[in-house]
């Protein structure tokens, strides 16, 4: 059974800072979503992850995967308060690329 | 615009009613979508694999007769919550992918919809 795990749950952090979030996975998987969540709000797609040693970028998020550690990071340059939301890491089944397992969550908050 | 279109956004049910949430693929066919429930501040939970003209698949712990799912069409899957009582009070999310897409990798979420059990 394929188990997420991120780290840290919460991230306070002061605008112009870096940091990275860890996505951990328990079975083997194929690919690995990145998504954000505002409050109250449904999903929001970041990025696909699709091959060992993928990165992605886009503006001031940056993901990238391990599939042999199989461990995933979302690298946060520069934060700005827009970037506060939660972040999510879904790993796909084995069985089924389609058919995603969340992580806990992270959720960010970027103070002034 | 919206990929994947979910209604109603918001329902409000009394205890032992049911209801009914839609899922819409637009502009494409699904022959499988995804049902998860989030609790406040909680992460997503698989609940479900919709299966286009079959039965649904259910998560270990998910009780198959009090959430049904009914996949008859390429575009629309529903999940109804019988017997509703106030602890099913949750937002109930589903997914799709859009194979046809150039970003045909990406999976698409509804926005949502808000269940409270009155």
């Known amino acids: 059974e394929l188990k997420v795990e991120q780290n840290p749950l919460f991230l306070s952090m002061q605008e112009g800072k870096n940091y990275t979030i860890y996505c951990n996975y328990s079975?083997?998987?194929?690919?690995l979503y990145w998504y954000r969540q505002d409050p109250g709000k449904s999903l929001e797609s970041l990025f696909v992850?699709?091959?060992?040693?993928a990165v992605k970028q886009e503006g001031r998020l940056m993901a990238s995967l391990d599939t042999k550690a199989r461990l995933s990071t979302l690298h946060i340059t520069a934060a700005v308060h827009d970037l506060s939301a939660t972040y999510f890491c879904?790993?796909?089944?084995?069985?089924?690329?389609?058919?995603?397992?969340f992580g806990t969550g992270t959720r960010l908050q970027v103070f002034p | 615009g919206a990929v994947v279109s979910q209604h109603p956004s918001r329902v409000i049910c009394k205890s032992g009613t049911s209801v009914k949430i839609e899922c819409r693929s637009l502009d494409f066919q699904a022959t499988t979508m995804f049902w998860y429930r989030q609790f406040p501040k909680q992460s997503l939970m698989l609940m479900a694999t919709s299966n286009e003209g079959s039965k649904a698949t259910y998560e270990q712990g998910v009780e198959k007769d009090k959430f049904l799912i009914n996949h008859a069409s390429l575009t629309l899957s529903t999940l109804t919550v019988t017997s509703a009582h106030p602890e099913d009070s949750s937002f109930y999310i589903c997914s799709a992918r859009d194979r046809g897409r150039p970003s045909g990798n990406t999976i698409y979420f509804g926005e949502g919809s808000w269940l409270t059990v009155v």
């Open positions: 879904a790993p796909s089944s084995s069985y089924n690329t389609d058919k995603l397992i």
């Open positions: 992850l699709l091959s060992n040693g």
């Open positions: 079975t083997t998987s194929d690919r």
